[in-house]
């Protein structure tokens, strides 16, 4: 029995565009070689705004091995449902970037990336995160009786601004088992959350090299 909670609407995310200036025209007694047209056209340039970097994401190659291989999808405007057992009821309404990834048996991971306004604001999201995440296992437990669940922390990640690692174990009454590994990291006022999950327990789950993809989604942000 799947677990789904309401995704709450998010605004999807434009790229904004850098405004084209009316080309330069001479004027009279301009100086000999385009003197004049060239002036403008730095001068152009240099009022022009600069366009803001765009988060990197991940590559199918730097998730955890698996032995079927990993498929990336294309990276998509919005918060991936995917994420939504933990965090569908508590992100804010930021413009949300998420990538999916699949191999050809159970095994999954998702990324999501936000770019907020401000350092401050990065912090609090990221802060507030981490905080629904550690309490999800609870949270599942309450809202369906027929699953037990086990949250766990790993520790956090020496990388930029920092990351920090969580597992997430839910079986159900009729025997069902899955395991989950999650990550939240920031760099400035951009926030990146990984999330794995495949059937089976925590020893199942490729701790160290989850931690190794969780430390390369930080740095690869820009």
């Given at each position: 029995?799947?677990?789904?909670?309401?995704?709450?609407?998010?605004?999807?995310?434009?790229?904004?565009?850098?405004a084209v200036g009316a080309a330069a025209t001479a004027q009279a007694g301009a100086a000999p070689g385009g003197t004049a047209q060239?002036?403008?056209?730095?001068?152009?340039?240099?009022?022009?705004?600069?366009?803001a970097a765009v988060p990197r994401f991940l590559a199918a190659s730097e998730l955890p091995p698996h032995p079927t291989g990993w498929?990336?999808?294309?990276?998509?405007?919005?918060?991936?449902?995917?994420?939504?057992?933990?965090?569908?009821?508590?992100?804010?309404?930021?413009?949300?970037?998420?990538?999916?990834?699949?191999?050809?048996?159970?095994?999954?991971?998702?990324?999501?990336?936000?770019?907020?306004?401000?350092?401050?604001?990065?912090?609090?999201?990221?802060?507030?995160?981490?905080?629904?995440?550690?309490?999800?296992?609870?949270?599942?437990?309450?809202?369906?009786?027929?699953?037990?669940?086990?949250?766990?922390?790993?520790?956090?990640?020496?990388?930029?601004?920092?990351?920090?690692?969580?597992?997430?174990h839910t079986e159900t009454s009729y025997g069902a088992t899955d395991v989950n590994l999650l990550s939240v990291g920031r760099d400035?006022?951009?926030?990146?959350?990984?999330?794995?999950?495949?059937?089976?327990?925590?020893?199942?789950?490729?701790?160290?090299?989850?931690?190794?993809?969780?430390?390369?989604?930080?740095?690869?942000?820009?």
């Open positions: 029995m799947p677990i789904r909670t309401r995704v709450a609407a998010l605004a999807a995310l434009t790229a904004a565009a850098l060239k002036n403008a056209s730095v001068q152009k340039n240099a009022s022009a705004p600069k366009k498929t990336a999808g294309p990276v998509t405007d919005g918060f991936p449902e995917q994420l939504a057992y933990c965090l569908g009821e508590g992100v804010p309404a930021y413009d949300y970037r998420h990538r999916l990834f699949h191999t050809e048996l159970d095994t999954s991971a998702v990324q999501v990336t936000v770019v907020t306004g401000s350092a401050a604001k990065g912090k609090a999201l990221a802060d507030r995160l981490n905080k629904e995440i550690r309490t999800c296992a609870a949270r599942l437990e309450r809202l369906y009786p027929e699953i037990e669940a086990e949250g766990r922390y790993f520790g956090t990640l020496p990388v930029e601004e920092g990351a920090t690692v969580h597992g997430l400035g006022r951009t926030v990146t959350v990984v999330g794995w999950g495949q059937m089976g327990d925590f020893d199942d789950a490729p701790l160290a090299a989850f931690k190794k993809t969780a430390k390369k989604a930080v740095t690869k942000l820009y």
